[in-house]
């Protein structure tokens, strides 16, 4: 296998990844929060991102340019919001985030979450502390909506992954585990990389259109060695479509598969 995962983490990583810091100051115990403030100057050496330190929040709200402490245990009642344009990113250092209920981001956002160097395949190591790795739980939904990158990176998900329209750069949903559906659709990445992941219900993948196909014909769109529950539904994936090359290794699904990852699945036995 091409490990094009590896290509899309060091992108990112340039963008998105350890930059200026600045903490943003403790929140009262239990309170709401906000995280603002931070520049992204499209250069990393010249933006500076205002780190959440470790705590315990009824809810988090991010409108800046925002990232985690390093090994920051996190515990959120509520929900995290990541705002129209605002950056979230919780994959370029290892942290321990608990999430209530669900996580979200809106128009031209990035959110990223996890880091891990402990698989055999397509690890995504975090930037600071490379033999580090997340653990990151969100007790309901994950749900993105024309974000600019979004990037899933071994977390648990105990309700579904929602991914609507939107694309920019190398999108990576991998290792997860997703207790109910992963849909993606109407989305424009640069390359998209669906593998690894357990899901316990569907998988919808519809309308991916990979805009950056020169990957010297390793698949614009790959899923790959994903193991899901129920059905797996694909349309509208394109210009190719990979299911990996890894001999011996498949997609394996309990129910049927349709349309163009048919031809992707093994025997679920």
Request: net charge negative.
């Amino acid at each position: 296998m091409r490990f094009r995962f590896f290509f899309g983490a060091a992108i990112v990583v340039a963008l998105f990844g350890a930059t200026g810091m600045a903490s943003a100051a403790p929140p009262h115990h239990g309170a709401a929060y906000t995280c603002s403030g931070g520049v992204w100057t499209g250069d990393p050496s010249t933006s500076t991102f205002v780190s959440i330190p470790s705590g315990a929040y009824d809810s988090i709200k991010v409108t800046g340019v925002c990232d985690v402490v390093p090994d920051a245990v996190i515990n959120v009642k509520g929900d995290i919001k990541v705002a129209r344009g605002a950056l979230f990113d919780a994959q370029s250092a290892p942290s321990t985030i608990t999430v209530g209920h669900d996580v979200t981001a809106d128009a031209g956002s990035f959110l990223g979450l996890g880091c891990q160097s402990n698989f055999d395949h397509t690890p995504h190591p975090c930037a600071i502390e490379p033999d580090g790795a997340s653990v990151i739980t969100v007790n309901g939904d994950v749900r993105a909506k024309n974000a600019f990158l979004v990037l899933l990176n071994g977390i648990t998900v105990r309700k579904n992954v929602e991914l609507t329209g939107g694309g920019g750069g190398d999108w990576a949903e991998k290792h997860n585990t997703i207790g109910g559906n992963l849909s993606i659709h109407n989305v424009t990445p640069d390359w998209m990389g669906v593998e690894f992941n357990t899901v316990g219900g569907n998988v919808d993948l519809k309308k991916i259109w990979a805009v950056d196909p020169g990957d010297g014909g390793f698949g614009a769109v790959d899923v790959v060695v994903n193991t899901i529950g129920h059905d797996l539904h694909c349309s509208g994936l394109g210009p190719r479509l990979s299911g990996g090359f890894i001999d011996g290794e498949v997609n394996i699904v309990g129910h049927k598969t349709t349309g163009q990852c048919v031809g992707l699945v093994g025997s679920s036995s």
